[in-house]
């Protein structure tokens, strides 16, 4: 069986994930279940990134330690992932112990190798991002990824050598053109970084002690990127004298899925990290675009972040799947409004697909007691339709092999419209008042259902409870991904999958809480 190992970025603990946070676990598990459906041995991991001076910072406001402070924030970001549906393999968090000691055997090897050098760092940090910054990467003076203040700051660090891999990791680009996803990404780190002539990366701090400590320097903590970033190995049996049969499995990762605002870490600084360690690189990382309330970044500041789970209370999660896998674009950002969210729901997973689940099974049973099975009586307008279905596979894989998610949705979506338009078409209602239709009556009412059985199979990655109760509802077990006209059926009662919501009465509800 072949291995598909997929991970998305640690989240930072330094508070609840908003919406926007979360979008990236929802598309990763989407990933994840698509590839598990396909066949592949899956091995999806996300967690938490737990060090670094911010942590400190907010632990002494709060009055309590940095290990509480994360523990609560890690088991609130772990309680809306789950609250998601999200099917995760493991939960890492970079305070467990054995990626704290892994983290300093990197460390000292990458310092035993010459790649990692004591040094003084002067120069302009951003304490929210923990990053330093060149005088030109400053956009109008300010921090290039979060547009806060920098501040000018010195003291002694240790360095790694990332000049020394400039070359290697261009000549990678240049070989693997499919690395960096989008296309603009790359370009991106290429002019903005690499043209301009590689920096060599501080790796430590002596300014705050919440960080894993270099143990032949303690004074000195590894910086939180070389830190974070290694999760990716450590927590799957990376050891720098003795990896696990877990780790030679399962590395390199197939898909790194990731913000485009940590694009620079993960396409630059961890490349280098891995050629350093003498390990091969992942096979893709790909820096998925924001999700934007209305056109603006949700901030506190702004007063527009929107909860996951305030979500999934007002609107289910499957609803908040959908919406989010569907209205985020591959390269461009995504907009989020609740009325943006009101019409989606209403328009697509009410209309398109819940009416046409529960119109066919209401045929079903009141035609034929829920008993339906194939009877060859089809006409040009059949044949028509089941091609439709017979091609969703190649389809939604081709936009699946392309991360193109909203795309695999709406190839999924046309099959449910061209059902629906099928039964304007065929008019069972009118087949059904006269007893020499009935063999016909019954086929257009079979084809219904493997339309639908097919489209529930294809939405399980994107919607899994969804597409649960669909084949509930159908009562069958087929998990074929095309046309079969060797099915029975017999059909339970229908239960509504998404209610119409009114819109005004819904924002009323929303605004008053």
Partial sequence: MEKYYISTAIAYTSGKPHIGNTYEIVLADAIARYKRQKGFDVYFQTGTDEHGEKIEIKAR??????????????????????????????FVRTTDPNHEKTVQKIFKKMYDKGDIYLGKYEGLYCTPCESFFTESQLIDGKCPDCGREVHYASEEAYFFKLSKYQDRLVEYYNNHPDFIKPDSRKNEMINNFIKPGLQDLCVSRTSFKWGIPVDFDPKHVIYVWLDALTNYITNIGYDVDNPTEEFKKYWPADLHLIGKDIIRFHTIYWPCFLMSLDLPLPKQIFGHPWLLFGNDKMSKSK?????????????????????????????????????LLIDRINSDLANILGNLVNRTITMANKYFDGNVKYLDKSDLLDKDLINSINLL??????????????????????????????????????????????????TVIYNLLESIRVCAIFLKPFLPSTSDNILKQLNISDNRREYKNNNIYNTNDPQPLFQRINKDEKLKEINEK
Avoid: C
């Fill in 393 to 442: 596979d190649e389809k939604v894989d081709d936009k699946m092999s392309r991360l193109e998610i909203g795309g695999a949705l709406d190839e999924i979506f046309e099959v449910l419209r061209k059902s629906n338009k099928y039964i304007d078409d065929t008019m069972p209602w009118s087949l059904a008042k006269e007893d020499n239709n009935k063999e016909r009556l019954m």
């Fill in 303 to 339: 007063g527009n972040i929107m909860y996951a789970d305030d979500l999934v209370k007002w609107f289910g999660v499957d609803a908040i799947r959908y919406y989010v896998l569907h209205e985020i674009p591959y390269a461009n950002d995504g907009s989020l409004t609740y009325e």
């Fill in 61 to 90: 406001e709060q009055g309590i330690t940095p290990q509480e402070y994360v523990d609560k924030v890690a088991k609130e970001i772990k309680r809306i992932w789950d609250v998601m549906n999200t099917s995760y393999d493991r």
